[in-house]
């Protein structure tokens, strides 16, 4: 019953979504002002991570590429209507299965699978790659439904030292090169894994692509997923568009911290809590790690292992028959949720008189409403889809703990959804608290066997510590975030400042460490996070791939 019940979805699907689709008119992709522009609109890219050959019993990376074109037609409708505009993928698709994501509608970010481990020095292999790259761009410059590349996927630290910090954005540039003349005015980038590659100097590509998970350690713990994000887009000089490449959580029973093991409900509300951080970091666009589970990452496709790799997808599996699956809650939360993105204003930021407002709006939302203090702010019918830009004046009496409550309607008057934004309004400079850290060595890793960081809090003014500091040591040797704890504050009142110190062994094989620290301190309802970091190199092995750059996001 199972499988004739799939076999109808299944026809049905086609007719609707394949047989009935018409090709795109020809699509203009622009990058301006950090954002994508289709057509002269901006776009905010919702998208979501998509493997075709991720299913029971399927290895996308050990089976030949598999064409499955009715399955696929079918993903793309839920997908579509599940509020996404993109999908974003790994490795290469066939021309086949682009066609199908032209008719669907829906825009890709095309993963071109360079392996990450080979040595990006050897000419044999860089030869390997363009040969790859040239042959698929071969088709891909066809359709207008491809807004980017994706060329490499999570380089690790030690493996780009080793190949040679010159050599490797050689190799990065042959290939956007090549992509940039056959496929003109097409992005390229690459998914770098922000936790360990914060370092890398990302204006070597055409916009700044990280996935970031945020397991509560390493900089997320320090700085918070927007603080961090913040962070690395200000190294990069905030100078191209910041799309979110992976994030999200893993639902097996199996996990570390929350890495794993989480439930339903917390995979749910992180991923919006996740969302919520992307957009207030300034980033334009976020694909969630992703539509299905892969049961391949465990070793044996015939089995959904334990491990937290196969348990990311927003739909799940019963069995190695079932290839149907069935949504998660995360699925219908964030279905919702992406009706009216907030852009701005901002969580924990500080607006005067006059409120910036940025929303991006799918065609379901008919009206939009701001309320402060039970009162309406502003209200503003809404005409059409995608962007929309307008200020709100107000006049704060004296510095004011705001909650703006949002509300989204649609065309009848129904409500969607709502969404609270937690802002200091003051018309007058807000002075705030002051965290920072000084280290030694203050340059060169080689320098000292010992990394030693002074923390100073002072400033604490009116707001409250609401945390204790959490503090890093973060040396980029796999995936280890290296030394961390917290340290508890205790009563600040009658002192100017309080300070800490702390230390962590430098190893010989450690080529650049994060060193950070932050802490949470309230103003009435809000809460903002202060933080402050130092990035350390060892000598200058860094040089053409790195960025030294200490640039403060708060």
């Known amino acids: 019953m199972r499988k004739l019940y799939g076999i109808l979805i299944i026809i049905a699907a086609l007719m609707i979504g394949c047989t009935n689709a018409s090709k795109q008119s020809l699509t203009k992709v622009e990058i301006k002002d950090n ?127 080793k190949c040679g910090a010159k050599n490797t954005a050689y190799m990065l540039a042959s290939l956007k090169g090549i992509i940039n003349k056959e496929h003109p005015g097409i992005p390229v980038s690459i998914s770098g894994n922000a936790a360990i590659g914060d370092y890398m100097d990302m204006n070597l590509l055409d916009y700044y692509g990280y996935n970031c998970y945020d397991y509560g350690g390493g900089q997320t713990g320090t700085m918070s997923l927007k603080g961090f994000l913040k962070w690395c887009n200000a190294m990069n000089g905030c100078k191209k568009p910041l799309v979110l ?72 599996y019963s069995d190695l028959q079932d290839t149907i699956g069935s949504p998660r809650p995360v699925w219908y939360a964030l279905k919702t949720y992406m009706k009216g993105l907030i852009i701005t204003p901002k969580n924990q930021e500080i607006y005067t008189d006059t409120i910036p407002l940025e929303l991006y709006l799918d065609a379901t939302v008919g009206k939009v409403v701001l309320k402060l203090h039970d009162s309406i702010l502003y209200t503003k019918q809404v005409i059409k889809e995608g962007f929309l830009a307008d200020t709100i004046l107000y006049q704060p009496k004296g510095i004011e703990d705001a909650e703006l409550a949002f509300e989204f309607y649609d065309k009848c008057g129904n409500f969607i959804k709502s969404e609270i934004i937690y802002a200091l309004l003051s018309k007058e400079p807000v002075n705030l608290p002051k965290l920072t850290i000084d280290v030694s060595p203050s340059e060169d890793l080689s320098k000292a066997r010992i990394c030693k960081m002074k923390l100073r809090i002072s400033d604490l003014g009116d707001f409250e510590i609401a945390s204790d500091v959490r503090y890093n040591f973060n040396h980029h040797m796999g995936w280890e975030v290296g030394k961390e704890g917290n340290l508890k504050v205790g009563d600040m009142k009658g002192k100017k400042e309080i300070t800490f110190e702390e230390y962590a062994e430098i190893d010989d094989n450690c080529w650049v460490m994060t060193v950070s620290a932050g802490i949470s301190v309230t103003y009435g309802k809000v809460t903002l996070r202060l933080h402050d970091q130092k990035l350390l190199f060892r000598g200058n092995w860094y040089e053409g791939i790195g960025r030294r750059n200490n640039t403060k996001a708060h």
């Open 245 to 316: 490449t992976e994030f999200g959580y893993s639902v097996s029973d199996l996990g570390w911290g929350r890495y794993g093991g989480n439930t339903l409900e917390a995979q749910r509300d992180g991923v919006l809590r996740n969302y919520r951080e992307i957009l207030d970091a300034g980033a334009t666009g976020a694909c969630p790690f992703y539509y299905a589970d892969g049961w391949w990452k465990g070793g044996d496709d015939s089995v959904h292992n334990d491990t937290p790799e196969e348990w990311f997808g927003y739909f799940g």
């Open 35 to 161: 954002w994508y522009y289709i057509n002269g609109e901006k776009f905010f890219i919702k998208g979501l991570g998509y493997e075709i050959g991720a299913r029971p019993g399927q290895d996308p990376y050990e089976d030949s590429i598999v064409m499955d074109l009715e399955r696929m037609c079918y993903d793309l409708k839920l997908i579509k209507d599940g509020g996404f505009n993109t999908i974003r993928t790994w490795s290469q698709l066939s021309e086949k299965q682009l066609q199908i994501v032209q008719e669907s509608g829906l825009k890709i970010i095309f993963g071109i699978w360079i392996k990450p481990e080979k040595d990006y020095g050897d000419s044999t292999f860089v030869k390997e790659s363009t040969d790859l790259v040239n042959k698929v761009v071969a088709y891909t410059k066809k359709y207008d439904c491809v807004i980017s590349y994706l060329i490499l996927n999570e380089p690790m630290t030690d493996h780009i030292y």
